[in-house]
């Protein structure tokens, strides 16, 4: 029998892209009132508890996380990324940063499992990840978002992420077939835990609404809130502000800061300057594959090697 796995959810289902057509009206499938399902969810602070993850994690707090060392990616004959060594500690907010083409989704896909490394090593929480398949890579604790969203459109928001949960479920195919008291419990607290994480990202109103009605901006929101779902070591975002408006990439802003204040560790790839600037805490900078900077976001922006690395950059991007 084949069920959704978190991996599925996560890497597998491509096709499955959320389909928005604008023109084409869609009945609402009403808006759920998140203490309906828990009392204790209407407080902010229960809802971050419920959200914050319970699961071991070997590294202190400020110590490196995640760790390259000397990652090298080849396709063919380019070299898109060129013995890149750089860590990201818990509890920080990492950015990584560079113009197009320089090696910063490459970078994101060898860390996540997605490409094998040519050369070099990727340490997570202490042990090296060669050889690591990508679903065990999930597992591990790292999670992820992607680009161009990809959710179950078919699914509701609280089902997408109650897929997520299910990587840190524990009872057997058995269990789930004869229903039994742990299964049951456990589906209980997954569905108590999805609309805490949708609480937390600011959707749990529309919790039983398809994937595929959501806004656009909803969407991005639930691609945040099924990777937390994972209990992830490290949420890796990948350009999470594509295609927002000012206020609603302020209010990204404001979830990101949100997420790291409630113990996870955050890796940000994003081109809008004035948000990585205003939400990381340190920044990795690339140009063509090599590292080219390091350091506290007011570092990077005088940083001669960076301001080169963005010239004729439109403004927007460099702003
Ligand atoms: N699967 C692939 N096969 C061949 N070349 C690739 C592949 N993926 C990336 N590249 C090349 O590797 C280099 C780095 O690309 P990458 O997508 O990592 O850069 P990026 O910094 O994420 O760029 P952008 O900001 O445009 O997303 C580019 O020259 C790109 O064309």
Redesign the pocket.
Known sequence: MTTPGPGDALFGNEDMAAEIDPDVPVESAGTVDVTQINPDLADPEAVAEAVATDRAIDTEIGEALLRTEDLT?R??G?V??DAVSFEIRRGEILGLI????????????AISGV?RPTSGTVYFDGKPLTKTKRNAITRLGIARTF?NIRLFSEMTALENVVVGTDARHRTSVFGAIFRTARHRREERDAITRGMALLEFVGIAPRAVEKAKNLSYGDQRRLEIARALATEPKLLCLD?PAAGFNPSEKASLMDLIRKIRDDGFTVLL?E?DMRLVMGVTDRIVV?EF?KKIAEGAPAEIRDNPAVIAAYLGVPDDVTA
């Open positions: 990616v396709f063919g380019l898109a990324l560079g113009p197009n083409g320089a090696g910063k989704t490459t970078c994101f896909n490409y680009q350009e790839i081109h690339l594959g």
